[in-house]
């Protein structure tokens, strides 16, 4: 059918054409932007799942609520470094810039401008942000992350109320950053939070993220709720298909439908993916048949082969893909680390770097103690197809 008009655009973090099924998160999101400007307590979201699922496409939807609700907002994505700090002292300064332009503050945000500035300055990277203020010692710039984060939040958090708005940053794949700074960041939005300054963040990250919040725990859980973003129920994966090709006067036969559910398992990207390789393979011009569906699994299959899972899969070492062939073999599912070692022939304590780093690159996550998984969906058959010669 015609390329032109293919409703699914696949692309991490890109709008599906019909959002399904996340309305309790957007409802419960825009409430609490409404709380927290009105200088009421109120948890933001901590949003966990695995790749695709769509935490990236939710937390871009949280920015829309809260720029309409008359917020300043930013969005940081932490990457595989995970480095924070100086990524939050650049958003904040994207955020009062704005401010400035906006609502032409000139003058009454010297201040806050000049506590960043000691702030950025006092980071052990010491970047130096293009801020024409003298930096103001003393609230942020003790060298104390946890501190001196409180001390920002609080300074602009003053300034924002001062000027009737609020300040929202989202921040995505949180689970890069290392305990002591999420813990810094949980503390610092504590402080702002008890208050009542309109402050907030959404994140969103890979399931091992609540665990990280370590010591920090009973402060993350004042602050925010954890949901748990996972595959589509299967009325929801109906929808998310046949609402964009009804737009487009198209309607998929119910054996198609049935057949997406079973090969996706009702995980978003996968959806997206198949219902464009299925959108271009079909015949038409107003249906999509389950022969359709058929003729694009191959397609759809390579399409997802060598960009979503062969970007996980790439750089990683001959010892960590023998690792992952084994939980392959030994799984769907969480397997046991015990038994992994046991495939292998070696000692868990051996084969400890190998989970650490898995882990730490955030290939896999542990579901429980004890327990290692995959962090992408049908990973497992990846490398079953990729490295079906792998032997443990
Ligand atoms: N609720 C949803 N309904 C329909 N499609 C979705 C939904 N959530 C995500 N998608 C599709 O899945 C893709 C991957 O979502 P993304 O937010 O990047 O996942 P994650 O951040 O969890 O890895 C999106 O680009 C979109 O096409
Ligand atoms: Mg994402």
Request: charged share 25%; net charge negative.
């Amino acid at each position: 059918m015609d390329p032109v008009r293919n409703p699914y655009t696949p692309g991490a973090g890109s709008r599906p054409q019909a959002l399904v099924g996340r309305d309790a998160e957007i409802d419960a999101m825009d409430v609490t932007l409404q709380r927290v400007l009105a200088g009421r307590n109120e948890q933001s979201q901590l949003l966990t799942g695995l790749r695709g699922v769509g935490k990236t496409v939710l937390l871009n939807e949280f920015e829309e609520l809260a720029e309409g609700r008359g917020y300043f907002h930013e969005h940081i994505e932490v990457s595989e470094d995970g480095a924070l700090a100086s990524a939050l002292a650049s958003a904040l300064r994207r955020v009062l810039l704005e401010m400035d332009a906006k609502r032409r503050l000139g003058g009454a945000l010297r201040r806050a401008f000049g506590v960043l500035k000691a702030f950025a300055l006092r980071l052990p990277d010491g970047i130096e942000l293009h801020i024409d203020v003298d930096a103001v010692a003393g609230p942020a710039d003790s060298g104390d992350l946890e501190a001196d984060l409180a001390g920002l939040f609080v300074e602009l958090g003053k300034v924002a109320r001062e000027h009737r708005t609020g300040i929202m940053l989202t921040i995505d794949e949180l689970h890069y950053v290392d305990r002591p700074t999420l813990t810094a960041l949980i503390v610092g939005l504590h402080r702002a939070a008890q208050l009542r300054l309109p402050v907030t963040v959404a994140g969103a990250g890979l399931p091992n993220l609540a665990a990280l919040t370590g010591e920090a725990k009973t402060y993350a859980e004042r602050l925010f709720t954890f949901p748990v973003i996972d595959s589509l129920t299967d009325a929801q994966a109906e929808e998310a298909l046949r609402a964009p090709a009804r737009d487009e006067g198209v309607e998929w036969d119910p054996a198609a439908i049935a057949l997406a559910q079973e090969v996706t398992r009702n995980y978003p990207y996968f959806l997206q993916e198949f219902g464009k390789r299925t959108w271009i393979v079909a015949d038409g011009p107003d249906r999509i048949t389950g022969d359709d569906f058929r003729r694009a699994v191959p397609l759809s299959i390579a399409a997802l082969d060598d960009g979503f899972f062969r970007v996980r899969a790439t750089s990683s070492t001959k010892a960590e893909r023998l690792y992952m062939g084994t939980m392959a073999r030994l799984g769907p599912g969480p397997v046991r680390t015990a038994d992994v070692a046991a495939a292998l022939g070696r000692t868990l304590a051996a084969l400890s770097p190998t989970r650490d780093s898995l882990i730490k690159r955030a290939l896999c996550y542990a579901p429980d103690r004890g327990e290692i998984d995959f962090t992408v969906p049908l990973f497992g058959e990846y490398m079953k197809r990729w490295m079906p010669g792998v032997r443990g």
